[in-house]
């Protein structure tokens, strides 16, 4: 693909691609006119565009250009673990991927929990990163479970949504504060359900393959549990309700019954969730070691329904960079956790490529539902959008290699996976971030 290095003010045609864009229903041949960091015009059928003279030219035959993909949970290590990730690697590491824009996890040092932190953050966004970074808020001071923080003044300031990260929040009625504030400020309540006692020993999921590996289980109902208790909340106080990450059919189902009864809640999984199971960590392979743990290979196939049926709504990464000291251990003293920015869409054109997943559903669940749910710009190739884009060859091959890996951790389950298809080209705001 062209290098273009574009100053924002040459009008940019990307033709004889083919565009699937679910915010428009649109998955067919187009040409995309881009001026002023902005679609201009999107020409159905791959007619002409209209090009002033000065205009520079993509040629993407034979490509599919999507709108950027938006990842709704990535954990970042600056501030205070920037030997793990900087916002400024994570940027480049999601632009590899044509992930456009990422939410940022609080889950730093310190954590972002007040103005000045989340100003912060939007900061050296602006300054050091090469896609979209939109800061999160903890929902309550410190993680401590507590104290609510000012979560309006924090909705002002740029926070996108209200989140503990990985943390549990076991206080009901302090959840519930948090549900009936963060609605009245238009604020999404995203949180991982997880019970801090019925998993705390555990380390993967509960059942033979732990019993034979000799490693103590976390069962399902560890998620299942908090998340009833979370749906139910948001029930009573009418919040938005997102369930970060599930990964069991029961959770699906819980889904599906509160938003059939009138919640106003979504849900999202991990790409891992989508591609693995807990027959992946073989002897004891530590980058497998996941929150939540990856699941029996039934669940997963129920993911894959419930993501296709429309109750799971956004596919993240998960994205969440951990160093040697705290991956090369024994499985069970190691750090949950794993990298995906970069293998996000790539993991995901597998449920495409096997039948299981349209092409569209995928497309609407790592754009335009993100967008949609967070409140974000992007995820659509309308006019008037941001030109915020991936080109990408669904069918070329690749493997994963280790030294090939943009972020600065390099803990992935993907090491020397093979893919069909891969990213060429990302563009945000009418300017190229990755050209591979």
Same mark, same amino acid.
């Given at each position: 693909?062209?290098?273009?290095?574009?100053?924002?003010?040459?009008?940019?045609?990307?033709?004889?691609?083919?565009?699937?864009?679910?915010?428009?229903?649109?998955?067919?041949?187009?040409?995309?006119?881009?001026?002023?960091?902005?679609?201009?015009?999107?020409?159905?059928?791959?007619?002409?565009?209209?090009?002033?003279?000065?205009?520079?030219?993509?040629?993407?035959?034979? $490509?599919?250009?999507?709108?950027?993909?938006?990842?709704?949970?990535?954990?970042?290590?600056?501030?205070?673990?920037?030997?793990?990730?900087?916002?400024?690697?994570?940027? =480049?590491?999601?632009?590899?991927?044509?992930?456009?824009?990422?939410?940022?996890?609080?889950?730093?040092?310190?954590?972002?929990?007040?103005?000045?932190?989340?100003?912060?953050?939007?900061?050296?966004?602006?300054?050091?990163?090469?896609?979209?970074?939109?800061?999160?808020?903890?929902?309550?001071?410190?993680?401590?479970?507590?104290?609510?923080?000012?979560?309006?003044?924090?909705?002002?300031?740029?926070?996108?949504?209200?989140?503990?990260?990985?943390?549990?929040?076991?206080?009901?009625?302090?959840?519930?504060?948090?549900?009936?504030?963060?609605?009245?400020?238009?604020?999404?309540?995203? $949180?991982?359900?997880?019970?801090?006692?019925?998993?705390?020993?555990?380390?993967?999921?509960?059942?033979?393959?732990?019993?034979?590996?000799?490693?103590?289980?976390? @069962?399902?109902?560890?998620?299942?549990?908090?998340?009833?208790?979370?749906?139910?909340?948001?029930?009573?106080?009418?919040?938005?309700?997102?369930?970060? $990450?599930?990964?069991?059919?029961?959770?699906?189902?819980?889904?599906?019954?509160?938003?059939?009864?009138?919640?106003?809640?979504?849900?999202?999984?991990?790409?891992?969730?989508?591609?693995?199971?807990?027959?992946?960590?073989?002897?004891? =392979?530590?980058?497998?070691?996941?929150? @939540?743990?990856?699941?029996?290979?039934?669940?997963?196939?129920?993911?894959?329904?419930?993501?296709?049926?429309?109750?799971?709504?956004?596919?993240?990464?998960?994205?969440?960079?951990?160093?040697?000291?705290? $991956?090369?251990?024994?499985?069970?003293?190691?750090?949950?956790?794993?990298?995906?920015?970069?293998?996000?869409?790539?993991?995901?054109?597998?449920?495409?490529?096997?039948?299981?997943?349209?092409?569209?559903?995928?497309?609407?669940?790592?754009?335009?539902? @993100?967008?949609?749910?967070?409140?974000?710009?992007?995820?659509?190739?309308? =006019?008037?959008? @941001?030109?915020?884009?991936?080109?990408?060859?669904?069918?070329?091959?690749?493997?994963?290699?280790?030294?090939?890996?943009?972020?600065?951790?390099?803990?992935?389950?993907?090491?020397?996976?093979?893919?069909?298809?891969?990213?060429?080209?990302?563009?945000?705001?009418?300017?190229?971030?990755?050209?591979?």
């Amino acid at each position: 693909m062209p290098d273009l290095r574009q100053n924002g003010d040459c009008p940019i045609i990307i033709r004889g691609g083919h565009v699937v864009d679910p915010s428009q229903g649109l998955d067919g041949p187009a040409s995309i006119r881009i001026e002023n960091g902005m679609i201009a015009s999107i020409h159905r059928g791959g007619g002409d565009p209209g090009a002033p003279d000065a205009a520079e030219f993509i040629e993407a035959a034979g $490509k599919h250009i999507f709108p950027g993909f938006i990842d709704a949970r990535v954990y970042v290590g600056e501030p205070g673990a920037e030997h793990r990730e900087t916002i400024a690697s994570a940027s =480049r590491a999601a632009a590899a991927g044509g992930v456009t824009g990422f939410v940022m996890m609080p889950e730093t040092d310190p954590i972002i929990d007040d103005v000045a932190l989340v100003d912060y953050v939007r900061r050296l966004a602006r300054d050091n990163a090469v896609v979209h970074v939109y800061p999160s808020t903890a929902i309550t001071k410190g993680f401590g479970g507590e104290t609510l923080t000012e979560l309006g003044l924090l909705r002002e300031a740029g926070a996108v949504m209200a989140t503990e990260g990985s943390h549990s929040l076991r206080n009901s009625l302090t959840l519930r504060r948090a549900m009936t504030y963060a609605k009245d400020f238009g604020l999404v309540i995203a $949180k991982e359900t997880t019970d801090p006692d019925l998993s705390s020993n555990g380390v993967m999921n509960e059942g033979l393959i732990a019993t034979h590996l000799g490693l103590p289980g976390i @069962p399902r109902e560890a998620e299942t549990i908090p998340l009833e208790r979370d749906l139910s909340l948001a029930a009573l106080t009418g919040a938005s309700y997102h369930a970060a $990450k599930i990964s069991t059919s029961a959770s699906a189902q819980e889904i599906a019954r509160y938003r059939g009864d009138g919640a106003s809640v979504t849900a999202g999984i991990s790409i891992n969730h989508l591609s693995l199971n807990e027959n992946d960590i073989g002897r004891y =392979r530590t980058f497998f070691r996941l929150s @939540p743990p990856l699941r029996s290979e039934e669940d997963r196939l129920a993911m894959i329904e419930a993501l296709a049926n429309g109750v799971i709504d956004i596919i993240v990464s998960s994205h969440d960079p951990q160093d040697v000291d705290t $991956k090369r251990l024994p499985f069970a003293e190691a750090a949950a956790g794993a990298i995906g920015l970069e293998t996000l869409f790539a993991a995901a054109l597998r449920l495409h490529h096997s039948g299981e997943i349209t092409l569209t559903r995928l497309a609407e669940c790592l754009s335009a539902n @993100p967008a949609r749910i967070f409140g974000l710009p992007g995820g659509t190739l309308a =006019r008037g959008a @941001p030109a915020d884009l991936a080109i990408a060859d669904l069918d070329l091959p690749w493997v994963l290699r280790e030294e090939d890996i943009v972020s600065r951790s390099k803990n992935t389950p993907f090491e020397g996976a093979r893919f069909t298809g891969k990213v060429l080209q990302t563009m945000v705001a009418g300017r190229i971030v990755f050209n591979s």
